[in-house]
């Protein structure tokens, strides 16, 4: 069975511009998260989405949002892009919300350059 | 508020000698623990988890860890240390009561590297 699936793997983007990165989960999952990965801060959450409805906000400005589809694919976006996204975001799926006792299958991530 | 520290940023064994990496957590609730590795360039891999269910986890690739809530552990230990080991290896709990929440707290992570 196919696993979680980012794209692209690799972007880089100029300061002020905006992305948009996609995840589609493993077949039959409804829950999608992200996280952030830098070496800095380590891994944070971003979001969670259940059904469309985003469940569950970590610590991050408006600049960052997301979105899911009635296929539970996700998409987080980006705006005015700063030198400090860079980073790997991480999506990871579930078949619920709160679903701790199935676990979280990650994706291999996006890596984000912001020059 | 929940969280998770892992001593030692960087771990380094020989190949054949004991793994062990760890874990402490704090939580206000009983918690549901993780250990993930990553591999340079790819995500997360799940390697196990307590669900509160034995203390004892086993988990793939030879590894276990104990939780042990008087000591708010939960370390990762693996008997003979192989090359293919080497990765970086990250301690997660889910902030929820009985892993409730959509999210994971996950430790700074700690780097393992085998040597031959």
């Known amino acids: 069975k196919a696993g979680v699936t980012q794209t692209p793997r690799y972007l880089i983007k100029t300061r002020g511009q905006q992305v948009t990165l996609s995840c589609s989960p493993i077949?039959?999952?409804?829950?999608v998260s992200w996280y952030q990965q830098t070496p800095g801060q380590g891994l944070q959450f971003l979001f969670e989405y259940f059904s469309e409805t985003q469940r569950n906000k970590g610590n991050f400005p408006g600049r960052f949002s997301g979105r899911q589809f009635s296929n539970s694919r996700s998409e987080m976006n980006v705006s005015t892009l700063e030198l400090g996204d860079s980073a790997l975001y991480l999506c990871?799926?579930?078949?619920?919300?709160?679903?701790?006792?199935?676990?979280?299958?990650f994706g291999s991530g996006t890596r984000l350059t912001v020059v | 508020a929940q969280s998770v520290t892992q001593l030692g940023s960087h771990v380094s064994v020989s190949e054949g000698a004991l793994v062990l990496l760890r874990c402490n957590y704090s939580?206000?609730?009983?918690?549901?623990l993780f250990w993930y590795v990553q591999y340079p360039n790819q995500g997360l891999q799940l390697l196990l988890k307590y669900t509160s269910a034995a203390t004892l986890v086993k988990g793939i690739n030879g590894f276990e860890a104990e939780f042990k809530k008087s000591e708010t552990s939960f370390h990762l230990t693996k008997p003979s240390a192989h090359m293919s080991d080497a990765a970086e290896y990250f301690c997660?709990?889910?902030?929820?009561?009985?892993?409730?929440?959509?999210?994971?707290?996950f430790g700074k992570g700690t780097k393992l590297s085998v040597k031959p």
């Open positions: 990871a799926s579930s078949h619920r919300t709160g679903a701790a006792d199935y676990g979280y299958t």
């Open positions: 939580s206000s609730v009983p918690p549901y």
């Open positions: 077949s039959g999952h409804r829950s």
């Open positions: 997660a709990v889910n902030p929820g009561l009985r892993g409730s929440q959509g999210n994971l707290i």
